[in-house]
């Protein structure tokens, strides 16, 4: 079985400041990482996953996340946040190549709210 | 492409009352998903189908059933719907591989009163 837990629920930001949020994951199998993000009254999207190959990923709208197996953690950070990056975050674990059905364990959530 | 489109955006029920969600999805995905979003819990798969024709049962599948009768089209059913049923479902697609990216609906939100 896989878990997934978000250590904040909350975020509070000011606008240009950095964003980190925290998500570690269990897994007794290899996994494939993702990071979601769902604006207010929408479905969820993609920002990046972690398949295979470099620990670092970057993703859309200047997002980017670092793999560390030893720690089974999946952060997230933006060096720089916006007013629009007001939203709620989902980390996300599937189990590999080989697990049935690419399904996806999701994390509580963190919400970002970036201030002016 | 429309992508995932959910029907109805918005619904409220009795408790009792019957009554089915419809995913459909124009991207050709072998795989549909469907989850309920409640505060603090994140999405939890209810079930799920990997095509055509079959259905899988996922985390919290107790008081749903679904069918995929056409490979665009996933169904959710409340026979008997009940006030913990009141939450944010959310259908998603992917291709059929691990690690594809899940699609998302837009939502359909549901109180049953």
């Known amino acids: 079985a896989q878990s997934v837990t978000q250590l904040d629920s909350q975020v509070p930001v000011f606008e240009e400041a950095p964003v980190e949020l925290r998500c570690n994951y269990s897994?007794?199998?290899?996994?494939?990482l993702f990071w979601y993000v769902q604006y207010p009254n929408q479905g969820l999207q993609l920002l990046l996953k972690?398949?295979?190959?470099?620990?670092l990923v970057k993703g859309i709208n200047g997002f980017e996340a670092e793999f560390n197996k030893s720690q089974t953690s999946f952060h997230l950070r933006k060096p720089s946040v916006h007013i629009s990056d007001t939203a709620e975050y989902f980390c996300?674990?599937?189990?590999?190549?080989?697990?049935?059905?690419?399904?996806?364990?999701f994390g509580g959530g963190t919400r970002v709210l970036v201030k002016p | 492409n429309a992508g995932v489109t959910q029907t109805p955006k918005f619904r409220v029920l009795k408790t009792g009352q019957s009554m089915t969600l419809l995913c459909a999805q124009d991207?050709?995905?072998?795989?549909m998903y469907w989850y309920r979003q409640d505060p603090g819990m994140g999405l939890r798969l209810i079930h799920y189908?990997?095509?055509?024709?079959?259905?899988a049962k996922g985390e919290v599948p107790d008081g749903y059933n679904v069918s995929r009768l056409k490979k665009q089209n996933f169904l959710l059913g409340l026979e008997s719907a009940a006030p913990s049923q009141t939450s944010v479902y959310f259908c998603?697609?992917?291709?059929?591989?691990?690690?594809?990216?899940?699609?998302f609906g837009p939502g359909t939100r549901l109180l049953v009163l």
């Open positions: 972690y398949l295979s190959g470099s620990t």
């Open positions: 998603a697609s992917s291709y059929g591989r691990g690690g594809e990216t899940q699609y």
């Open positions: 189908s990997v095509g055509e024709g079959t259905t």
């Open positions: 991207m050709n995905h072998e795989y």
């Open positions: 996300a674990v599937s189990g590999g190549l080989r697990a049935a059905g690419n399904k996806l364990t």
């Open positions: 897994s007794s199998v290899s996994v494939y």
